[in-house]
């Protein structure tokens, strides 16, 4: 059986290195590093001991065009140990190579554009059509300097904050859980871009529906 954590995994670790799997489950997901933390919560709370995890390093979303070929790899050195593999990833800016990798390795992966599509609803996201909102995971809150600050230069220019951000009308939260820590650091955030604030909570979204039916395998 594969044990829940007692101890959420560090955020910098999920960043830069990943998670390595462990356990002794029969079913495989291999994700983003920032979705660790809500997949081991969704399979500790629902008792699917049979899943284990292991996560690329998430500030491959910052250079997508490693996200494949790592995928591959991952994939390759695992299969032999698990009945099923699953990818808990949407196409994250890997212009459809990512379903086409998945497809060829015979892999299902989470449909959709990214992660603030799937964690609102795919079909809700695409309502709403929100070309102006910049959007915010509580991942994303957790580690806001490493994926958004340092990496655009913020913190050495600040004058470049609204050449990047000016087409922004408002940073929106989505919400995973209800934490008024992170809100308040959402709207830090926010502020720190220069955006009106605003929080959605979505839960798990599309990703508990996927996990749950990959549970079943």
């Not at 960043?15 to 809500?38: K, M, N, Q, S």
């Not at 379903?99 to 799937?118: K, N, Q, T, W």
């Not at 709403?128 to 809150?141: G, N, P, S, W």
């Not at 009308?169 to 308040?184: E, G, I, K």
Request: with cysteine.
């Amino acid at each position: 059986m594969c044990p829940a954590m007692t101890n959420p995994p560090d955020d910098t670790t999920l960043t830069d290195a990943g998670l390595a799997a462990h356990g002794t489950g029969r079913v495989l997901i291999i994700a983003c590093g920032a979705l660790a933390r809500e997949i081991l919560d969704l399979r500790d709370a629902n008792g699917w001991t049979h899943l284990d995890l292991t996560c690329l390093p998430a500030i491959y979303h910052n250079t997508p065009d490693r996200i494949v070929p790592a995928l591959q790899d991952s994939v390759t050195r695992h299969r032999d140990r698990y009945d099923a593999i699953y990818v808990a990833y949407a196409d994250c800016g890997t212009g459809g190579l990512l379903e086409a990798a998945c497809r060829d390795l015979g892999v299902a992966m989470i449909a959709g554009p990214h992660c603030y599509s799937f964690f609102e609803g795919n079909d809700s996201f695409a309502a709403r059509d929100e070309i102006t909102a910049f959007y915010l995971t509580d991942f994303l809150v957790r580690q806001f300097d490493a994926f958004v600050w340092k990496p655009l230069g913020l913190d050495r220019h600040p004058q470049l904050r609204d050449m990047y951000f000016g087409h922004y009308d408002r940073l929106v939260y989505q919400a995973q859980t209800d934490d008024p820590a992170l809100t308040a650091l959402a709207e830090t955030c926010a502020a720190k871009l220069g955006l009106r604030f605003e929080r959605r909570f979505t839960g798990y979204g599309d990703l508990a529906t996927h996990l749950r039916d990959w549970a079943r395998t």
